[in-house]
């Protein structure tokens, strides 16, 4: 069966949708079983067929687009620019209805945090360690390898960008197909501060 709010396949014993939460009107303990033409869905009327072979409707968004499109949109933002990826997702936390939505739009925005906040810490170990090594300088026993250190952080900066644009590049491509890119703890942050 299919849930009737957005569109994703459920399993036929489902009480509420996993991915946006709406209740399916299955008991517990009761399964609800699809239901198909006695046929199989191979008559001759094309009703039947279609009804059988039928797509899941898409969930738009208020633009006018799928919501898993509007998600790969906002996952890709940031990978273009950061600003644009808090224009994106603001809109959708402001405007958008759709929980599933905001949530992917709160996710985009909490992976680029969470890199960002990464690479300012590579940053700050990088300058502590050229203001400790100005200090031993100063003193005369000895300077530490400076540019070492420098091409360390400079590679493990660069490496937390790389990290950084996957993870947004495969959660765009999973959103576009209206899965749910998991990520633990944040998913967990996200569930527990987005109302339904």
């Known amino acids: ?8 396949q459920l399993e036929d014993d489902e009480v509420v949708c996993p991915w946006c939460g709406e209740a399916t009107g299955v ?8 239901q198909q033409p006695e046929n199989g869905g ?8 279609s009804y059988v072979n039928r797509e899941p409707v898409k969930p738009m968004a208020l633009l006018g687009i799928s919501v898993g ?3 790969m949109m906002i996952y890709f933002s940031g990978l273009i ?3 644009i990826l808090v224009v994106a997702a603001g809109y959708v936390l402001l405007k958008e209805e759709d929980r599933w939505l905001r949530a992917v739009a ?3 925005i909490l992976i ?5 906040a990464i690479a300012a810490g590579i940053t700050m170990v990088e300058n502590g360690i050229s203001g400790f090594n100005y200090l031993i300088m100063m003193v005369d026993a000895g300077p530490l390898d400076r540019m070492a250190v420098q091409d360390l952080c400079s590679f493990l900066n660069y490496a937390c960008l790389i990290v950084r644009d996957l993870v947004l590049l495969i959660a765009g491509i999973q959103a576009f197909h209206c899965n749910n890119f998991r990520v633990g703890f944040i998913d967990r942050m996200i ?3 987005i109302q339904k």
């Open 27 to 34: 008991e517990v303990g009761e399964k609800r079983y699809s």
């Open 69 to 71: 499109l509007a998600a």
């Open 112 to 116: 680029v945090c969470i890199f960002g």
């Open 1 to 8: 069966m299919f849930c009737g709010k957005c569109g994703k």
């Open 191 to 193: 569930n527990r501060n």
């Open 42 to 49: 191979y008559g001759r009327n094309t009703k039947e067929r």
């Open 81 to 83: 620019s950061n600003t």
């Open 106 to 108: 709160a996710k985009a």
